[in-house]
């Protein structure tokens, strides 16, 4: 069986016989025509077959960012918030969240997550040291940008675990740059999960994943596809192209073409990426600031962050 | 018939009947293993069939630029440098050489051109008005990067054209990024032509071409594969599985799901196309530097630019 | 005489007797707060005084820019937009406005103008080939930023009268940052000039400058102070301090410390440059929106933006 | 007494009296006029006078980088690194070396931290996960840059601790950009220190230094001065032109017009500090390449890390 590869809850659903033991799905579209589509998975045989841990994975659909008005962006920014706040939970607590933006920041579709960090109200600092500087409603927010494997030496766990001991937050979230199976969904969908995020790996390494079992307290993990892998997308041709008669081998040759080139994995972008992953920060960073500063305004707080 | 799209006058020519009137090839491999295929438009019959404009297209290949090592990396430098050397044929020409990098700076991938001008060495000013201070073996060297209509309001001809007028260079060498029917020339394939560019478009509108009918002086492109298009590499692929069965209707709906991306041409690069893009610019202006001031060692040149 | 450093000719008229023949002031404030001086050079006699050509310079004054709130910011942007409006005497002119960012985008306090030439809304490549996307209200404006002599190898003047020839604006709009000798004028002062403006040179070599008589077209200059010079500051401290009892050689001598340093010119700036250059382009940009585009709102071009 | 501002050891000791209880000088000049100072505070009386903790400072000393030969530099390079290695004093030491970039990359004369850590090899994931793959002579080395209270709102401290909880490294090295009082030293001069360092603090708050009693594991602290602090350099030129007549209160009024920008503290740089940055940053991990993987060339570790 060939390699599908998608980091999209939704996605990998779509494969998997329609009813599925352990798994279940919600949709529901808002009065704006965003699309809502929860997946839920129930237990460890849903687990196994949806390759992800239990949990619930909600997308928040929109049309292509950059062709929505901004009237548009703001009113998906402020969906999004609205339900990060409900998977949220908090009961009282007044421990601090801390933001963790995954990925690299000198690799254009890798740096979602380090541009929404630049971009989000972090208020823990002032909170503790200046309280009587900033609004009591704000929330206590840190946020950093951990970097990867590769450019630092230090799993991104590593770096996380150890400021989750040192600072006790009563939540992380985490926000990555995903890859989908399909180029639609490409800076259109908004994936945010109650199970946590595997930094690098769609389906990959759960000890090393950010989850309340390995740091001790609740997760949850905001991603959206920036890309889509050459391989999975010719796949997805071929398939359609040859129905019952693909054969793996004939494909794998066919696919050969476009594993061709040697210097890294080929993947599949809309030509202006740059200003999407901007673009799809601010929406981010504005859901975040709406879910967890949910009485202070965006004016007053692009006031405070001046 | 599908649209397959290319920069490459090596991958046009391999799309035509081997033996095309006005179309000449030849080949040679150096002994450090680099690929120099020239590709010679001789007659307007040529031209029509290539899309090209007469005049000759000199490709060199190595592989991926990454991988290989730098001992290797200055072997191609050297190489190209010296292939672009007997290409500008100056006759005891004392007029300063333009160089001019086209490319939108923001956009990753296309902003090779811009950043061969970063790390060229640039004398003219120092020649012009500090004479003493420089080396006299240095060459004239001015370089610009333009910026693209959707940025500036300007057509890159109305600049270059400007420009051309102000300064009288001897001869005009633009950079751009390209695109490849073939992944495996991203980064590893630099064509060389003496015919000058078409900003924006491998097959376009010629009266905006950079070129000697155009600028009234000599125009050698420069450009380096950074992008393939998605809907060409798909095709290839379909086409390989269709084989004679192939039906064009077919073949667009299938093709429909890679053209589904509203915002933006889909492109593919390797995913560390960052990086791809600075070595290349990093090799580019190491050739430029060795056929324009070629009796000064990249020590030298280093020395004064610092 | 010591040098005393400034590209302001408000500060350059502080330094002259009261009256001062062929120089002009006036000054108002408006209710909200803003002071506006205009110096009016309007002979000879007052130009060789001010070591500056004739025409009119306003000066706006704010308090320090990352003080106030977005409120009072935009009303500084309007106030700017709405002196550069009349400035511009625009009799029916359908040619398109050509903004120039000088200056250079790699060292932080000299990117003003390039990253004005980033943020103005461009439009005259949209006005000519699709006319009916844009509305008819909005002007043609193009921009762009030309570079630095150092980097280049080109002047400035070179690149910009290349253009004009070919593009025949107008009007020209040059945007630079400026250095001041009051470092609390950094970031708070804007002046405009209907003379044109001398890049790199507070009063220079006028020959080269962006101004009717080089250009053949009207030209206005905005500048905000980003830098002072250290020698120049360092030079007021001690002429306060030492008084009537100060003494040429003595100062020279005193203020060697500050010339230490070999690498190049010190300057003064705020710790929070990089910030302060972001902030005061966005502004500028505004203005110029409004200048340019007057009946079309902030939102709407916003969104032909995006 | 007014507020000499510097986080250099070797000016804080030129202003005690020559014979200073607990603080030892050592100088020394190389054979290519590199000069190297070592302050050594011995007791906890000259920390007291001192103001910083007891421990070796060294400060190496060159011409200023930019105007020096690339070979000039690599002897620098060389020459710190071979000090850096012997204040290491690995006991066969297997564990890795960790290195910390303080300061804020998006302040121009503060990224010195975080641009060396981009330019250091590092080989701590390699040696664990693929030792096959990398030299067995390279030590393990990882790299991170926390980012700045004001950014993450996490104190350098809580995020450093927590990594070093994780890692166990051998050893911090902690680089940062330092404040001087002689703006001849900026970009000069080296301070290595076996104490460690306290970000964002000459003479701070002691409790959050990194450091052996408050991390558990030896600190040593690299640092460069990047800027001076205006009212320092106005200070001293003050008391040198006002003598044994400087009468505090007049001063501070005299330096009044320095401290009058309200965005801000003043600095002072040399103009071309973007450019001095990047050059410093590739000067000290070339030293710290050479003190870390001290049998490997710097070709060979070019190599690498492409």
């Not at 230090?154 to 006790?168: D, M, Q």
């Not at 995020?197 to 991603?223: D, Q, Y």
Request: aromatic share 2%; charged share 25%; hydrophobic share 40%.
């Amino acid at each position: 069986m060939r390699d599908i590869r998608t980091d999209m809850a939704v996605e990998i659903r779509e494969n998997l016989p329609e009813r599925q033991e352990g798994v279940q799905c919600e949709e529901r579209e808002t009065e704006a025509g965003l699309k809502l589509t929860w997946v839920k998975i129930q237990s460890q045989e849903g687990a196994r077959a949806m390759g992800k841990p239990m949990g619930n994975y909600l997308t928040l659909e929109t049309r292509q960012l950059e062709e929505v008005t901004p009237r548009q962006r703001a009113e998906f920014a402020r969906e999004i918030g609205s339900e990060l706040k409900k998977m949220m939970t908090e009961d009282g607590n007044t421990r601090p969240v801390l933001i963790i933006g995954l990925g690299n920041r000198d690799v254009t579709p890798d740096a979602l997550g380090p541009k929404v960090c630049e971009q989000v109200f972090v208020s823990r600092h002032i909170k503790e040291h200046l309280p009587e500087a900033i609004d009591s409603r704000a929330g206590s927010v840190c946020a950093i940008a951990p970097g990867v494997l590769g450019v630092t030496g230090l799993e991104t766990f590593e770096v996380v675990k150890g400021i989750v001991e040192e600072v006790h937050p009563g939540l992380v979230i985490a926000i990555d740059a995903l890859a989908a199976r399909k180029t639609s969904r490409i800076g259109t969908s908004v994936q945010i999960a109650d199970t946590g995020i595997a930094p690098g790996a769609g389906i990959g390494n759960h000890r090393r994943a950010l989850s309340r079992e390995t740091l001790g307290v609740k997760v949850i993990g905001i991603g959206v596809p920036m890309v889509a892998y050459a391989g999975t997308i010719a796949g997805d041709i071929l398939e359609n192209a040859l129905g019952a008669s693909a054969d793996a081998a004939d494909m794998e040759q066919l696919l050969g073409a476009v594993y061709a080139a040697k210097g890294g994995e080929l993947i599949v972008t809309p030509k202006n990426i740059d200003f999407l992953v901007d673009k799809t920060a601010e929406l981010l960073a504005k859901a975040l600031n709406t879910a967890l500063h949910p009485t202070i305004s965006e004016e007053e707080i692009r006031a405070f962050m001046e």
